[in-house]
């Protein structure tokens, strides 16, 4: 990798209206495919929206009249594993929050495509630092907060954004969900009660499932009343949609590890602050992690996060993706590059680092098939940078989506 | 006598002569690349301390090292004055209450809690000496207190003090919306104003007061804690340390500080590129704060990290500030890295963690710069000060080292982990003033 390399000017060429807006070709001083090796003057060629080509600079032509930009470094575009943003607007004022829904505890029927502000500031903020991708959707605090979505950092609406409208259905165990006596509600009013409620629901769901499947094999029997909540989990135990629970004390991880074992569901640990205590049975239970921001403040629950966690886990080979996750105040929302930047001191490698953003997080999210590296036939997701992307001095030149150069600014 | 007791009597001269000839230890470090900050940078350059302070700075084969001190070679590092931070929550400080908007009687001395764990985070981050300041939540909510992190066992110990021997501090203030609520305190921001300003009104009076009184006990008015304080402000004894974020606030601050004359440096500023020109022609120093994104309520919406280059085009004095729990004080170089992303140039950004702050303290004859005379606070760095893999190797406080990356406790403090760090302010919220808004 180079740490040096000197920035180039992003050389943006605007050419006839004729060249299709999904064309573009990105010339780099280093070009990094994630899951190839890194490649000196690359070029990519991006029709449709998709990467037609790849290769060195004197491999790969560049057609006639093609729009060609230009950065000395140049990766997949970004992937944020789990943010709120689009859903917990910038400006934090009351009609502007609807990450969490404290009516009940647990609400998976609460969709994140009724909730997603696609034009909301934040997007476009994390999308100038090369963030292409991101699972956004409920918070955390409530034992189930609702569901998450998958979305590229453009488009007007989300029905333009999203290219998953149901990605996970988001859980909390541990303190973040215990109501405190005085409250509109009583309850969970301690661990043990939380873990009791979620699994009572997920029986319940068992049962809704297990009838809805012997009406479909059998004429005779009624499915079930239709039941939006149910359904939402049915999707879970169906293995449909993975449960995405934050957890962070290592009692609440091995309560997350023991309901995946119990119900055969997927699940993916999410902040797992204390998870370096749990190296062995984390691995064993075969579940991924998307690890807390490594700035996130370290009190409460999170008062024994370490910047060494992500190299412990990817050392043991767990699958860790980074997150900006859930802000309650300033900043707002973190960006997953800086994220990342900031574990290179301890113990994770600048490789490590790049896939934890890219494909790590794109096979933890099931969208690898589309985005995570730069290979022929995935979508034309690029970040641009002047310098080694996780240099606090670097900057990003620019980010492209499925073609199109969606920010140029210097940031 | 019993010989146990004999013998300690007779260890007592020995301990004493160790204590002496520790203190006058001479140490020399070398093969650095010294940042003086008040100077140009030195390449292979030797560092001389002793008794706690710094006795040469300069290159290789120009300085001698004198006969005797102990060498310590730290080729490769980087060494820069101790960091100084303008403002910062650690320690569980507190000041006022909930009772009143304004409250300078309180003293964040009195709230402190030496043994919180924020303190090893930053000397870990390389921070020697702190602004310990209370919330914004108020119009005035205490006396701050100016601290060195040398070892300690009370606050006194560590605080720095003025020339009349009380501790050094300033006076927070606020306005915008953070000290805006239900009666007593203000709802709008020329309610703010107006309270503030006749506060200082009375101050005033009581100031004239005193001063007919000319330490006549019988013409002297009754003691008034909030007035003494402000007087000190008056007087430019204590410098007003000033939340404010919006360009308005930003300019009303200005506008009360020429009225009354007062001593202030603004804190935050969010929209300081909205008002540069204004801030520079009132030589109204600035501690900035540069977040990750903008936002978390409506009057950051525009903190962005170009304020910095707009100051620094606009030739304002500029310093960071941690802010922390807001940032992490174990990376505040980051901040001023941020500040270089965003077109500050590298000679102010450095300028801005130890020496612009040092003066906006009023400890600058002390710390802010690696100078002849000035206290031995300094830190080791592996590489560039700006860079992501560059970290804290050592921090020195008046010749003592008070964190050692290579030690594995204080390694654990640098990294965090299970119990490293066992903060006992869990229960706490950022500024005391509870969920944001």
């Not at chain 1, 690890?291 to 009190?299: E, F, K, N, S």
């Amino acid at each position: 990798m180079s740490r040096k390399v000197t920035g180039l000017l992003l050389v943006a060429c605007w050419f006839a209206a004729s060249a299709h807006a999904a064309d573009i070709a990105v010339r780099a001083g280093v070009l990094y495919p994630v899951t190839s090796a890194p490649i000196e003057n690359g070029v990519v060629i991006v029709t449709d929206g998709k990467i037609a080509e790849i290769g060195p600079a004197d491999r790969v032509a560049i057609p006639n009249g093609m729009r060609v930009v230009e950065a000395a470094v140049v990766t997949p575009g970004l992937i944020d594993a789990h943010s709120v943003v689009g859903l917990a607007g910038y400006l934090n004022q009351p009609g502007d929050q609807d990450q969490l829904e404290s009516s009940e505890a647990i609400q998976p029927e609460l969709r994140a495509i009724d909730a997603y502000n696609a034009r909301e500031p934040l997007i476009e903020w994390i999308r100038g630092f090369g963030v292409t991708t991101i699972q956004t959707g409920h918070a955390p605090g409530e034992i189930i907060a609702g569901q998450t979505l998958i979305a590229k950092t453009t488009g007007d609406t989300v029905e333009e954004a999203v290219i998953k409208p149901v990605a996970m259905v988001a859980a909390t165990l541990g303190e973040g969900v215990i109501v405190q006596a005085g409250g509109a509600r009583t309850s969970p009013g301690n661990r043990s009660k939380a873990v009791a409620m979620l699994r009572a629901e997920l029986v319940k769901a068992k049962s809704y499932r297990d009838k809805s499947i012997a009406a479909s094999n059998d004429d005779d029997k009624d499915a079930p009343d239709r039941d939006l909540r149910m359904e939402a989990l049915a999707a879970v135990l169906a293995g449909d949609t993975p449960l995405l629970i934050t957890v962070h004390r290592h009692n609440d991880i091995m309560s997350a590890l023991r309901l995946a074992d119990e119900f055969d569901i997927d699940v993916v640990l999410d902040g797992a602050a204390e998870s370096y205590l749990l190296i062995d049975e984390i691995k064993a239970a075969g579940v991924p992690v998307i690890l807390h921001p490594a700035m996130t403040r370290a009190w409460g629950e999170k008062e024994n996060l370490a910047f060494t966690t992500a190299a412990k886990l990817i050392d043991a080979g767990i699958p860790v993706a980074f997150q900006s996750g859930y802000e309650s105040y300033v900043p707002k929302t973190r960006v997953v590059l800086f994220e990342a930047g900031i574990t290179l001191p301890h113990g994770v490698s600048f490789e490590q680092a790049l896939a934890a953003i890219t494909i790590e997080s794109a096979r933890i999210l099931g969208i690898d098939d589309r985005v995570g590296s730069l290979e022929v036939g995935k979508d034309g997701d690029l970040a641009l940078y002047d310098g080694d992307p996780f240099e606090y001095t670097s900057h990003a030149v620019g980010t492209i989506i499925e073609g199109a150069l969606v920010s140029d600014t210097e940031q | 006598m019993p010989t146990s007791c004999r013998r300690a009597v007779a260890l007592v001269p020995v301990a004493l002569a160790l204590a002496l000839s520790a203190q006058a230890e001479t140490i020399a470090f070398t093969g650095a690349t010294l940042m003086p900050v008040s100077d140009e940078a030195i390449e292979n350059g030797v560092l001389v301390i002793e008794d706690g302070a710094i006795v040469a700075v300069g290159p290789a084969d120009s300085t001698r090292i004198p006969r005797g001190a102990t060498t310590i070679d730290v080729s490769g590092s980087v060494i820069i004055p101790g960091i100084v931070d303008t403002h910062s929550h650690i320690g569980e400080v507190a000041g006022g209450d909930s009772s009143d908007p304004i409250q300078p009687e309180a003293r964040v001395l009195d709230s402190i809690n030496i043994r919180d764990a924020g303190f090893k985070r930053a000397l870990a981050g390389g921070i020697t000496s702190v602004n310990l300041m209370a919330g914004s939540g108020h119009l005035m909510s205490g006396q701050t207190l100016y601290v060195k992190l040398r070892d300690g066992n009370s606050i006194e110990e560590i605080a720095y003090r003025r020339e009349d021997g009380e501790v050094a501090g300033g006076l927070k203030m606020a306005n915008g919306t953070n000290s805006q609520d239900e009666p007593p305190f203000p709802g709008t921001r020329a309610k703010s104003a107006a309270l503030v300003r006749q506060k200082y009104i009375a101050a005033q009076e009581y100031k004239a007061k005193l001063e007919a009184a000319d330490g006549d006990p019988d013409e002297m008015p009754d003691r008034d804690l909030a007035l003494e304080t402000l007087v000190e402000v008056l007087d430019g004894t204590r410098t007003v340390h000033h939340h404010t974020h919006r360009h308005d606030d930003v300019l009303t601050v200005l506008r009360l500080q020429k009225e009354f004359g007062y001593r202030v440096v603004l804190h935050h500023v969010s929209e300081a590129a909205k008002v540069a020109d204004e801030i520079a022609v009132a030589e109204v120093p600035v501690s900035l704060i540069i977040v990750d994104s903008p936002g978390g309520k409506i009057e950051a919406m525009h903190l962005e990290p170009y304020n910095a280059k707009a100051l620094e085009d606009a030739g304002a004095r500029v310093a960071f500030h941690t802010d922390d729990y807001i940032t992490d004080s174990r990376l505040f170089l980051r901040m001023a890295a941020l500040g270089v992303r965003a077109g500050m140039s590298r000679d102010v950004a450095l300028r801005a963690l130890p020496l612009e702050p040092s003066k906006m303290l009023d400890i600058d004859d002390r710390a802010g710069s690696l100078e002849k005379g000035k206290d031995a606070d300094f830190i080791v760095l592996a590489g560039d000060p700006f860079s992501v893999y560059t970290q804290v190797r050592q921090t020195w406080v008046e010749g003592k080292k008070r964190f050692d990356l290579a030690d594995p406790d204080d390694a654990a403090i640098a990294t965090g982990g299970f119990g490293a760090l066992t903060p006992s302010n869990s229960e706490l919220e950022f500024h005391g003033y509870g969920e944001a808004r």
